[in-house]
């Protein structure tokens, strides 16, 4: 993209404010590219030709440019992960190196462009000679990063939120039927709690039984539900400290309630992870009730958690160059 990976989609939805304002030719367009972001004429064509109608956000009209009804949502909306979807569907490789990263995240460029090299090779079948693939790596890696969907410490490679949330959707994606996909969106979440856990050192249990984050000489309860996630970790002379979390989507409030009301003296913090909306209506049932667990509620949204689990992913990284290379 023009301008480095920092302002890379910046200049690109510049770069359609200009056409859908002046509409020049295709020369006219080229040049302007030149003249305005210092570039050969040779890498002004390619940008023309592959990434603006290559992608399908720019036709031709007669002589002159024009920005495509795609292109207008892109520029309407300002999101990235709109032109990330169009990059995708017409560029070999670009879903690969998003879903090698989520696997084996952090990951080396070296390591990254071996375990690319080979899928692309493999699934297409492209006769590509080392010096081309390498070009071909390093463009899509750099796209990516200009699009906030991977991010890079040192030399370890991570999923940034954009990142992070285009592996949630296409799971949802992937799911038959509105009840299977709210499963792979709450599943999802339950999943980065827990991954955020064991980062901090926790006993991080996915679906935890509420009779394990009660001490043994309580009583057991006969109705024992699960939570959604606890961390545990026992503190020398300081005893067990455990926070206990709920993912609220949709269906009975009450239910998530008395799953925390059931271990709220026997955690620091009980957290609900759900939407303004569900927030305040737990909050109001919460204070109607004078309930114990009123004094140790916490909310996070969904935004809330994509984004520690981002700073988590840069702080794996940074540990693993400082304290273990």
């Not at 002379?237 to 009301?261: C, H, M, N, P, T």
């Amino acid at each position: 993209m023009v301008g480095g990976i920092s302002e890379g989609f910046a200049n690109y939805l510049g770069i359609l404010r200009e056409v859908d304002a002046q509409r020049p030719t295709r020369q006219s367009l080229e040049q302007w590219l030149t003249t305005e972001y210092g570039i050969k004429h040779s890498y002004a064509r390619n940008i023309v030709s592959l990434l603006l109608f290559g992608t399908g956000l720019l036709e031709s009209e007669g002589k002159c440019c024009q920005v495509t009804s795609a292109g207008q949502d892109l520029l309407k909306s300002g999101a990235a992960s709109l032109l990330y979807e169009m990059v995708a569907s017409r560029f070999i490789g670009i879903d690969n190196l998003v879903s090698i990263v989520e696997q084996r995240q952090p990951i080396s460029g070296e390591d990254l462009q071996r375990a690319w090299e080979s899928e692309v090779r493999q699934k297409w079948s492209v006769r590509w000679n080392d010096r081309h693939a390498s070009i071909q790596f390093k463009h899509r890696l750099d796209w990516l990063r200009s699009l906030g969907m991977i991010n890079k410490v040192a030399d370890g490679y991570y999923l940034a939120k954009a990142g992070i949330r285009e592996v949630t959707r296409r799971r949802v994606q992937a799911a038959t039927g509105e009840g299977a996909a709210e499963k792979v969106s709450h599943s999802d979440i339950e999943d980065k709690l827990t991954a955020i856990g064991e980062f901090f050192e926790f006993v991080s249990i996915k679906r935890a039984m509420v009779n394990e984050a009660r001490p043994a000489n309580t009583p057991r309860l006969s109705e024992n539900r699960q939570l959604d996630c606890l961390w545990a970790r026992v503190i020398q002379f300081g005893g067990k400290v455990q926070y206990a979390f709920e993912v609220q989507l949709s269906g009975s409030i009450s239910d998530a309630i008395e799953r925390l009301e059931m271990v709220a003296s026997f955690v620091q913090k009980g957290v609900v992870v759900t939407d303004e909306e569900q927030q305040a209506r737990i909050e109001d049932r919460l204070a109607v009730k004078n309930s114990p667990l009123r004094d140790k509620i916490l909310f996070l949204s969904y935004e809330d958690i994509d984004n520690v689990v981002e700073a988590v992913n840069a702080l794996r990284v940074f540990t693993k160059k400082i304290f273990r290379e």
